[in-house]
């Protein structure tokens, strides 16, 4: 089992509170990704970092902001949450070398009220 | 051209039968493709990848077909059993750089006792 680990598991939120999804790995991944899903469908990608101070979007756009300012840590930050944003938020990391498994948290599934 | 698609949306086997789900690309620079399998509350796991240069990979019971020329590859589970039901996803990228993973939309397969 991949260690990676996302806090909280639940978050149930008003409308324009401002939170952060934390995520982090212990495996000395430099690749980090977060996806977002809706129960039971497709994953897409919102943020992706190739390492320390780097950061990316993802094919999805997104309002919610990443940062890396340690390899084994990445959290997502909203600035002020919208029902929109009500789904599951996914982290993943893996290795730089080519065809590296990509290794997923359990995931937050965010409710915003 | 970043696409990939996946088919059937939902399948139901009976136990000791086999699955196969199917999936298409688009992007002919994808050079890895992997399976994921994903349970209820739980983040998608590893299940087995291919490279372009082989045709076809197996674990146990559980192989990959891949046609190039085709842009096509399935996954075959053979003798399914009851703890294969799960939701999988298949998905492409490029085996360097980003290494940004394009997810398919997802079969949720039962199986049946």
């Known amino acids: 089992e991949a260690d990676i680990y996302q806090t909280p598991r639940y978050l149930v939120i008003g409308t324009g509170k401002k939170i952060t999804l934390e995520c982090s790995q212990t495996m000395g991944h430099d690749k980090m990704y977060w996806y977002q899903q809706d129960p039971g469908m497709e994953l897409h990608l919102i943020h992706y970092?190739?390492?320390?101070?780097?950061?990316e979007k993802g094919d999805l756009s997104s309002e919610s902001t990443v940062s890396r300012i340690r390899t084994e840590h990445f959290p997502l930050t909203l600035e002020s949450a919208r029902p929109s944003h009500t789904s599951q938020y996914l982290c993943a990391s893996r290795l730089s070398q080519g065809g590296s498994p990509l290794h997923f948290g359990n995931g937050t599934r965010l409710t915003v009220t | 051209q970043q696409q990939v698609k996946q088919s059937p949306q939902s399948l139901i086997v009976q136990k000791g039968g086999i699955s196969i789900i199917n999936c298409a690309y688009e992007?002919?620079?994808?050079?890895?493709f992997p399976w994921y399998q994903q349970f209820p509350g739980k983040g998608p796991a590893l299940l087995i990848a291919?490279?372009?240069?082989?045709s076809e990979k197996k674990e146990g019971r559980f192989t990959i077909s891949f046609n190039k020329s085709a842009k096509q590859f399935s996954l075959h589970i053979m003798d399914s059993q009851p703890g294969d039901s799960a939701t999988y996803f298949c998905?492409?990228?490029?085996?360097?750089?980003?290494?940004?993973?394009?997810f398919g939309q997802g079969t949720r397969l039962t199986i049946n006792p």
């Open positions: 291919i490279r372009p240069d082989v």
């Open positions: 998905a492409a990228s490029r085996a360097q750089g980003a290494q940004k993973l394009v």
């Open positions: 992007n002919t620079a994808f050079d890895y």
């Open positions: 970092s190739y390492g320390v101070n780097s950061t």
